[in-house]
């Protein structure tokens, strides 16, 4: 990646951006640490470092949010009521709850998670799926991705050729994001089966 940068300047900047957004587990950290960096090393103007960057994410951010209106609802709802669902005990109407939730926080939801690793990339997806608004998911997609860049580039120009030192901060902070995440899906799960147990134990009472 840092080669691509040195070879391209603005325009590896961009390519590696979209790809990160497009496949998240590239680290965004790099890109923009080094890009930042590379305003005191190489003579690049940060300024134009974030725009590069952020038309970068927009780009990845398209993608996935097409990706998201390809897959529908609707095959997801057939998806889920064949064996694959059966297999992770997902039912049609678990989408429409899905799907429900996301509209009502989708605004908040497509804002704040641009700063999320790995999830600043997947909430386009669900985004599409629920046919979100496209020049509202633009404006949050381009305000997200914006502060997020903005950061990371200006504190790579800080730390100059030390920007490297910023790495293990932020993938603990990656760490952080993907255990409260594991914890997050662990306890909805939990508490979906233990909802369902209890709605049929209320049923069998009513029936007795």
């Not at 900047?13 to 790809?19: A, K, Q, T, V, Y």
């Not at 998806?79 to 989708?106: H, M, N, Q």
């Not at 760490?175 to 209890?198: E, K, P, S, Y």
Request: proline fraction near 4%.
């Amino acid at each position: 990646m840092i080669q691509i940068m040195n070879d391209y300047g603005y325009l590896g900047i961009f390519f590696l951006i979209f790809i990160e957004n497009v496949f998240p587990p590239i680290p965004s950290e790099v890109v923009l640490l080094f890009g930042g960096a590379m305003t005191v090393l190489a003579g690049l103007n940060a300024p134009t470092v974030v725009v590069v960057a952020t038309l970068g994410s927009i780009a990845g951010a398209i993608v996935l949010y097409l990706l998201g209106r390809i897959l529908k609802a609707e095959r997801l709802r057939r998806l889920f009521s064949g064996r694959f669902g059966r297999i992770l005990r997902l039912k049609p109407e678990d989408v429409d709850k899905a799907t429900a939730w996301f509209t009502r926080y989708e605004k908040k939801a497509v804002l704040i998670c641009r700063c999320v690793p790995i999830v600043r990339s997947l909430i386009s997806i669900p985004a599409g799926i629920a046919e979100m608004n496209v020049p509202l998911f633009l404006l949050l997609t381009t305000l997200g991705s914006a502060v997020w860049n903005t950061v990371l580039v200006c504190l790579g120009s800080f730390l100059g050729n030390q920007w490297e030192t910023a790495l293990p901060f932020f993938e603990k902070y990656s760490d952080v994001i993907l255990v409260i995440a594991i914890i997050a899906v662990v306890a909805l799960v939990v508490w979906w089966f233990g909802f369902r147990n209890r709605k049929k134990k209320t049923r069998a009472k009513g029936r007795h």
